[in-house]
């Protein structure tokens, strides 16, 4: 049953492209919106390129949201447009991200996913939560939400997590019958899309989002971390789960069907080799502060051994087949695009104007913060990557803090969650596109999403975080 089931995921990467003859009109209108923005004069203080990497930025998200093209498609238009609009200096200036360490790290991830499911481990684990949700539908959600905590503990990374839950899960939906495109299988894809990722930033070693804000933030220990983001990130998880729940709730009032009691089956060889494999690597990730490997290299690690004769559990070929290069170039084509933002001064130039609109608040502090929440909006949909945005929000963030006599570091950790929480296509998310490329979510429905959990960001900083970190002793008005 693995090898079929299987086949038909690799069906479904391609999904998504389906919904492209739907959107076609946008095509046009976003070319023509993107040509007068490279042909209108800058405004003040906007270089030449970073105006035209802005050009180039509205296109790709237009088309990545509209999926008016399929989306590894609208990454070679990307990469085209960076080069065509003279946004870099060079194709190899445009072909950027593909250097990046972090699209291999996502490969290897993909890789331990299908394995998972390759070695039969992914419908193991499908028919055990299937069996203890006793044909409740919501009871098979809770199970979902409860392992987000829990295995963040042994796989912090969320990307890793979504790569291989989001096998099992797709295995047990197949068992079950529920059709891909059925509330409750939207319900589970949505929740591994979007709220997974949320429980890796309680940890300070949880992955890209608390090292790189916390290094920006500066004089953060790891037990602080933990205690000034539970609660918030707790806050996010509930609201976030709560309201996949309400949109998709015609899902949980369907009985999933029982399944035939039998005595599990002892692990295979290439269950077993996977399980190590795994483990491995998640070892590698979590004593990370003791080696200092980057994360893509336990991940290219398992992925080597993961295709080794003998060692692996499946070919080469199988992944070259299975693996959904889609991931791949869209991930690579928004770094690429990231990096030209930030090189081209189109990132600085946004945040300097939120520079000049937000010290007009500096009488109320709580206003000051929820002006950052705002302004954060137009960063995170312009800057695809997140390491971008937080090197683009959190400094200028804290500045408008220091300016305003209002605690810097409460203000870096207020647009870290406003950007961390939002998904508005999956080129932001190495975990988005994991789960984007098997069919169940169109980019239209992740927007949609990520407009809601924009309000619910914003509702939580200002009346969950900021009441408890000052109930911390962490103060609000430094002057």
């Known amino acids: 049953m693995s090898d079929n089931v299987t086949g038909q995921t690799s069906t479904g990467v391609g999904a998504p492209a389906r919904a492209g003859s739907n959107n ?29 990497v802005l050009a180039v930025a509205v296109l790709a998200i237009g088309l990545w949201c509209t999926e008016a093209l399929p989306a590894g498609v609208t990454s070679l238009v990307l990469i085209l447009a960076l080069v065509l609009t003279g946004a870099v200096s060079g194709f190899s200036q445009a072909l950027a991200g593909f250097a990046d360490p972090v699209a291999y790290f996502l490969i290897g991830v993909l890789t331990l996913g299908l394995a998972v499911s390759r070695s039969g481990l992914a419908e193991r684990v499908a028919r055990f939560f299937l069996r203890r949700s ?11 939400l409860a392992a987000f905590p829990l295995l963040t503990l042994i796989l912090p990374s969320a990307t890793t997590r979504t790569g291989i839950l989001v096998h099992v899960y797709e295995q047990a939906l197949e068992i079950a019958g529920v059709a891909r495109r059925a509330p409750l299988a939207r319900a589970i894809m949505m929740a591994l899309n979007s709220i997974n990722r949320l429980a ?19 004089g953060i220990y790891w037990s602080q971390w933990l205690l000034l983001m539970s609660v918030p990130y707790l806050a996010l998880l509930v609201i976030g789960s709560a309201s996949i729940y309400v949109i998709y709730r015609d899902g949980f009032e369907e009985r999933l069907p ?52 003998r060692i692996g559990v499946m070919s080469w070929g199988e992944f070259e087949r299975d693996i959904g290069w889609t991931n791949f170039f869209v991930l690579a084509s928004s770094l690429s695009l990231a990096k030209a933002l930030v090189a081209s001064g189109a990132a600085a130039w946004m945040a300097g104007l939120i520079v000049a609109q937000v010290p007009a608040f500096r009488d109320s502090p709580v206003l000051v913060i929820a002006a950052l929440l705002v302004c954060s909006v137009p960063i995170r949909l312009l800057i695809p990557n997140i390491t971008g945005f937080l090197a683009t929000a959190i400094p200028v963030a804290m500045s408008i803090g220091t300016a305003a006599s209002v605690n810097p570091m409460l203000c870096g950790l207020a647009v870290m969650i406003a950007g961390d929480a939002v998904l508005y296509y999956p080129a932001q998310s190495a975990s988005s596109l994991a789960v984007y490329q098997r069919g169940y979510l169109s980019g239209p429905e992740i927007f949609r999403f990520g407009v809601w959990m924009t309000l619910i960001a914003f509702v939580v900083v200002l009346a969950v975080a900021i009441p408890y970190w000052i109930a911390l002793g962490e103060p609000l008005r430094t002057g």
């Open 258 to 309: 029982p399944l035939p009691v039998s005595a599990p089956k002892p692990l295979s060889g290439r269950e077993r080799r996977t399980i190590v494999i795994t483990l491995c690597a998640s070892a590698l990730w979590l004593t990370d502060a003791f080696h200092h490997f980057h994360p893509a290299v336990p991940a290219v690690l398992a992925w080597v051994l993961i295709l080794s004769p």
């Open 24 to 52: 076609f009109w946008a095509i046009p209108i976003l070319l023509v919106l993107c040509a007068v923005l490279v042909a209108i004069p800058a405004p003040a203080g906007l270089p030449e390129a970073g105006k035209r």
């Open 200 to 218: 890796s930033t309680v940890l300070l070693t949880g992955g890209i989002t608390p090292v790189v804000s916390a290094a920006l933030i500066g």
């Open 134 to 144: 006793r044909g409740s539908s919501r009871s098979f959600y809770l199970q979902l």
